[in-house]
């Protein structure tokens, strides 16, 4: 792929422009931009008949569908709804008797580099057997189970287990707190945990069982009979007999025959939780059948899957991304996946180059900011460079969760894709289900930094506050117009939520509200988004609602009286998380400052997670508020910065604090 043209004016305004070769496009499934527009022509003229056709030819029914969209409720929108299918048997069962029957499944990579491989023979028994030993339990259809897993193959098959079953799985990530393991136990209402005794991250072994323990002993989890405990390593960990069951004890004697059970296309699939601009995060709730239909679709249009494709998504299973690209589309799709467990950077920043170069990974699916760390890395070793490793087996790349800066893109291009490989930067998010909008590797010419075009069926525009349409070289608010099949349902246990964070009236009700800011290129009409509207930040790609960290904070009563935080930018995770605190006492600085700063980082890990330590910590006396006493957090925004103040800070009733915030520990 080569550039036509190659002048950046500004950050904003982008004007290299990279085609797909000619080559790439007539081998593409969807081949070239005109077969993109026939598929948008085709979902215009029909819009249930172009989902229908795909509900169709994608995926295995029980029981055919005859309704495609049913609008009465909306915005409780509910696709194909009188269909049954199970999921699990869409992604394994449905392969047997086929060539990809005894193809590898998974290429599990451990974090101290052992490599196992499962094929969908292999992987349909395990998850068959898993699910017979978690129905012994008495865990069926309609039932919630957490799943608080490493990143491993036993991680997939517990998701798949619970698939094939119609219970309805909730993954917490394994870098969440006891406290936020027992918040979501209590929400969803859990009756079974599954986890792992430790979990193994850059030759460190860190604990989960021990935190499920923990987090359940807060109370409230009295609806969870057992708690099935994967020995992921050698060490033991506490036990609490009867309720505490070993993998290797529940699938003792178990089948590895078990019928999927099928389920109503709207039943739950799973549950995941997801950080909202108030305190408490959002269980978004998604279906089966519309939910798979977009995993499986969205791998053969975004990635352009071939049967011979090695895929590696290297996105964890606690977060969207790892359920629709690890979990579910690469198996419904029936592809050869990596599932690799540890970090990016151990045992050394090598370690993706040396992976795609071992595994011969053709579709490597990655964030920016483990692009801009590796470049960081790179740049100060030359061992880690990916130039070191033999990269020829890749043909495509992609980028999800947060903008890619042009710079990061370029040499995302350059020095992975060896200029050769078209980079599908995927807008979507844990409430789409699936990619909205994308490049086509084999269609789409590509601007950097740009998500391009809407997939066809997903009909995005950008609106004003009241839900009017903006002319393109505006920007504005990222809407859907249209319901789509792989979208939220409900807000677990507060469909009032859903209808307000999702459907505002204030837009008329209709539109459904992504959350972000966005603009369209004048010339193509490419979006490219601007960020978040709301006060959510996107920290390393993982979503982090700024009240969520504001009320784990003041919930120091015994130190903290009040706090503020707001996102800053930074060059390798995108945003960082910046607390302005108020104390009980008075403003501290040097050292003692640093001791308590040091003190409200373990605080924070410990109520929400280490992802939601801020990294900067600054204390004053108060906080800069107007008379009216509403906190001046766009001043705080621009001190966060380090920004000169400019703005006009007559309405602030102390001026003098601003000195004091300037200070970060
Ligand atoms: C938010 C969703 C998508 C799965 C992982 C994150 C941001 C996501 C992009 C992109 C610019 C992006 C948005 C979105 N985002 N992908 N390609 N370009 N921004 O899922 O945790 O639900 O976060 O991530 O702000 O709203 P999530």
Redesign the pocket.
Known sequence: MSEQQSTITSGLVENRVFPPSEAFVKAARVSGMPAYDALCAEAAQDFEGFWARLARENLNWTKPFTQTLDESQAPFYKWFADGEINASANCLDRHMGTAVENKTAVIFEADDGTVTKTSYKELLARVSQFANALKAHGIQKGDRVLIYMPMTLEGVIAMQACARLGAIHSVVFGGFSAKAVQERIIDVGAVAVITSNYQMRGGKELPLKAIVDEGMALGGCEAVKTVFVYQRTATACPMLAGRDKTFSEVLAGQSADCAPVPVGAEHPLFILY?SGSTGKPKGVQHSTGGYLLWAKVTMDWTFDLKPEDVFWCTADIG???GHSYVAYGPLAAGATQIIFEGIPTFPNAGRFWQMIERHKCSIFYTAPTAIRSLIKAAEGDAKVHPDRSDLSSLRILG?????INPEAWMWYHKHVGHEKCPIV??????ETGGHMMTPLPGATPLVPGS?TLPLPGIIAAIVDEVGNDIPNGTGGILVVKRPWPSMIRTIWNDPERFKKSYFPEEMGGKLYL???GAIRSADRAYFR?TG?IDDVL?VS???MGTMEIESALVAKTDLVAEAAVVGRPDDVTGEAICAFVVLKRPCPSGDEAKAIAKELRDWVAKEIGPIAKPKDIRFGENLPKTRSGKIMRRLLRSLAKGETITQDTSTLENPAILSQLGQTY
């Open positions: 997801t977060w969207i991304t980028s999800v969760g947060e903008p930067d995927t807008f979507w998010q844990t998500c992504a959350g972000d988004i978040r996107n790609g993982h979503r």
